[in-house]
């Protein structure tokens, strides 16, 4: 973990310059916590993009993490975890201060983070705000699980489950893609997901769906096997993960579906 001393913090991008005093305020206690880490996300993760400064906020956040009550736990999560997908968009160089940084905060951000997935009482934790329990859901995956779903849900998310996009590796893409099971249009063949034991982070759609079914999230629920799923290429006859056609679609490379 980097001192909020060092020099460094000048040479790092976000989208303001004051990234390391709000930073400090939230080490410190000063000021609304929640005002603060509003403010530190939005610097983070303006435009859905990474900025360099994230890694070195992380191992703080995570020492930070440890202090707080499960409902500022989920809010300090929440924030962060839009910057800590988009990572998975523009890749850190291995081998680098920034690496280590990033992997160190995360590795104490997932200790967190999968005792508030795992808690039986997470709904109630959250509140009733259903854009925050999504948020919540969305920043456990980044953290959790693959940082490129996370990412490609947000983008979903986005649009509307029933207006999404992709594109097959031969070239053909469409912006309006229905997740439906006639065929009419073309065949997505939605996967079947077990039942989550309330514990396990080992399978991801399998806990992400009982994380959201906990949450009351049945409208995401319901196009969840579709999003894990495969789609079949009109143009080529060509399988694919839909994974593969959501990152083929926004062009950043493989989602590892």
């Known amino acids: ?71 500022d736990k989920a809010f300090l999560i929440t924030e962060i975890g839009l910057a800590i997908a988009a990572e998975g968009v523009w890749p850190i160089k291995p081998d680098t201060e ?11 951000l997932r200790r967190e ?27 456990a995956l980044a953290i959790l699980g693959n940082q490129m779903h996370a990412y490609g849900m947000w983008l979903v998310l986005g649009h509307d489950w029933e207006d999404c996009i992709g594109a097959c590796l031969c070239g053909w893409e469409e912006e309006v893609i229905s ?34 079914r906990r949450m009351g999230d049945e409208e995401t629920i319901r196009f969840l096997p579709f999003a894990y799923g495969t789609c079949v290429c009109p143009e080529c006859g060509k399988r694919a993960a839909y994974w593969d056609w959501l990152a083929k679609f926004i062009g950043y490379g493989w989602c590892g579906g």
């Open 1 to 71: 973990m980097i001192s909020l001393d060092s020099s460094i913090w000048k040479e790092l991008d976000s989208v303001g310059s004051d990234t390391d005093e709000i930073l400090r305020d939230l080490m410190e206690g000063k000021g609304d916590f929640r005002e603060n880490m509003e403010s530190l996300g939005w610097d983070l993760s303006h435009q859905a993009c990474y900025y360099d400064a994230t890694a070195y906020v992380l191992p703080h956040l995570a020492v930070l993490c440890t202090k707080l009550s499960p409902e």
């Open 98 to 108: 920034a690496f280590r940084e990033f992997q160190e905060g995360l590795r104490g």
């Open 113 to 139: 983070t999968e005792k508030l997935v795992t808690n039986p009482d997470i709904a109630a934790v959250l509140g009733n705000n259903p854009t925050q329990r999504e948020s919540f859901a969305l920043s």
């Open 179 to 212: 997740f439906r099971t006639d065929k009419d249009y073309f065949c997505m063949e939605p996967v079947s997901i077990a039942p989550w034991d309330g514990k396990s982070i080992e399978d991801e759609p399998v806990w992400f769906q009982g994380l959201l």
